[in-house]
């Protein structure tokens, strides 16, 4: 069974860094593509970042783009979200999600798996 779990949000304020984790069991990492998606309140759930299936070559979202970094540890199965100079705009729940495609899908219906989701929050 497929299990993700996320850690490390919280209350900063803007121009603060943040690193989000997310642990996940149960299949071989290196064989799903994994990314990280958030929600903004009153909106859809969006790609931030990823890892297409077996790639080390990271993918970005224009709005994030140049402020976060993703890694993966293939040896701990974790995803690191690292997030500097954050924006208020960037306050929502962020989630972890597993996808056994290879293909990096911006649609968050297509992924499989996902984590609880963690709240960040970015004051003014």
């Known amino acids: 069974q497929v299990q993700v779990v996320e850690s490390g949000g919280g209350l900063v304020q803007a121009g603060d860094s943040l690193r989000l984790s997310c642990k996940v069991s149960?299949?071989?990492?290196?064989?799903?593509?994994v990314a990280w998606f958030r929600r903004v309140q009153g909106k859809e759930r969006e790609f931030v970042a990823g890892?297409?299936?077996?790639?080390?070559?990271?993918y970005y979202e224009d709005f994030v783009r140049g402020r976060v970094t993703i890694s993966r540890n293939n040896a701990k199965n974790t995803i690191t979200l690292q997030m500097d100079n954050l924006k208020p705009e960037d306050t929502a729940i962020y989630y972890c999600?597993?996808?056994?495609?290879?293909?990096?899908?911006?649609?968050?219906?297509?992924?499989?798996?996902w984590g609880q989701g963690t709240l960040v929050t970015v004051s003014s």
């Open positions: 149960g299949y071989t990492f290196t064989t799903y593509s």
């Open positions: 999600a597993v996808r056994q495609g290879v293909r990096l899908e911006m649609n968050a219906t297509l992924w499989d798996y």
């Open positions: 890892f297409s299936k077996g790639s080390e070559v990271p």
